[in-house]
């Protein structure tokens, strides 16, 4: 019986996790703070050397690639990109996706953010393009975007 409950309650929970995506404007689908990387125990020091590009009222997207600290070499570790938006002097992180390097195209790997990030404010959608694969995040409805 423990096991069913369990059961029960992870479909509620995923259910939950839906709704409320659902409804605060993400796109349904789309990882949200998720992270692909495993080569490294969490806690692991890194240096994202990131570049930036203003979307708007205060949202910005973030892309970069990140280096253990640990390590001397100069080579990326991984990948990384983000939305985020000031509040005062905060920087809440709405979206973000860490990433393998197989998932960005070596010509990506050094782009800027304006290369790889594309936004329309009429709908709101920003898209990551990674070049092997893309990111879609909309910001949240009822924020102006013009």
């Known amino acids: 019986m423990p096991c069913v409950r369990l059961k029960e309650m992870k ?3 995923l259910a939950l996790i839906v709704v409320f995506l659902s409804g ?15 080569k ?3 806690g692991t020091p890194a240096e994202w050397r990131p570049t930036r590009i203003d979307l708007t009222n205060g949202y910005v997207a973030n892309v970069g690639p990140y280096f253990y ?21 905060a920087w ?9 390097l197989d998932w960005v195209s070596s010509n990506k790997l050094t ?8 936004f329309n404010p009429q709908t709101g959608i920003v898209i990551f393009d990674v070049g092997t ?5 909309r910001l949240k409805e009822g924020e102006p975007t013009l």
């Open 11 to 13: 479909t509620i929970y």
């Open 24 to 38: 605060c404007g993400f796109e349904v689908g789309i990882p949200i703070n998720q992270s692909y990387v495993k």
């Open 40 to 42: 490294k125990p969490f």
């Open 69 to 89: 600290q640990d390590e001397t070499n100069d080579i990326p570790d991984y990948y990384s990109i983000d939305i985020e938006k000031r509040e005062g002097n």
């Open 92 to 100: 809440p992180v709405y979206f973000s996706v860490d990433m393998p």
């Open 111 to 118: 782009a800027s953010a304006k290369e790889i990030v594309s």
């Open 133 to 137: 694969t893309s990111f879609t995040y």
